[in-house]
């Protein structure tokens, strides 16, 4: 049973810096996507940082240059480091992971409904 644990959320103000956790754990696929998303209160889940389990990584635009999503050697976790925050960066942020779509694309795609197992989400706050 797949399942992913994040951490690393909290309170900072803007302009500070965050790295979430995921740990993830019940797979052995070699070939994955893997994705940190973000909710905010009245709005709609969103991708925030997408990567291959082969490397390949994607960003919203509204994180480009401030974000970055990697994975450690025995890719059992995962992180988002997140700088130069901004109030708007307030969410409950998921991890999520997906494998079918991966195993016939090198790059992942970002899109909600592709992701197949989630976290149960980490709070970060950001005050401006």
């Known amino acids: 049973q797949v399942e992913l644990v994040e951490s690393g959320g909290g309170s900072v103000q803007s302009g500070g810096s965050l790295r979430l956790s995921c740990a993830a754990s019940?797979?052995?696929?070699?070939?994955?996507?893997m994705g940190w998303f973000r909710q905010a209160p009245g709005k709609e889940r969103e991708g925030v940082a997408h990567m291959h389990s082969f490397g390949s990584s994607t960003y919203a635009d509204s994180v480009k240059g401030r974000f970055t999503i990697s994975q450690d050697n025995g890719k059992n976790t995962f992180y988002l480091q997140m700088n130069s925050l901004k109030p708007e960066d307030t969410a409950m942020y998921y991890c999520?992971?997906?494998?079918?779509?991966?195993?016939?694309?090198?790059?992942?795609?970002?899109?909600?409904?592709?992701?197949?197992?989630w976290g149960q989400g980490t709070q970060v706050t950001v005050s401006s």
């Open positions: 999520a992971v997906e494998f079918t779509f991966a195993r016939y694309n090198s790059v992942c795609s970002q899109r909600t409904n592709t992701y197949t197992y």
């Open positions: 019940g797979y052995t696929n070699s070939r994955f996507c």
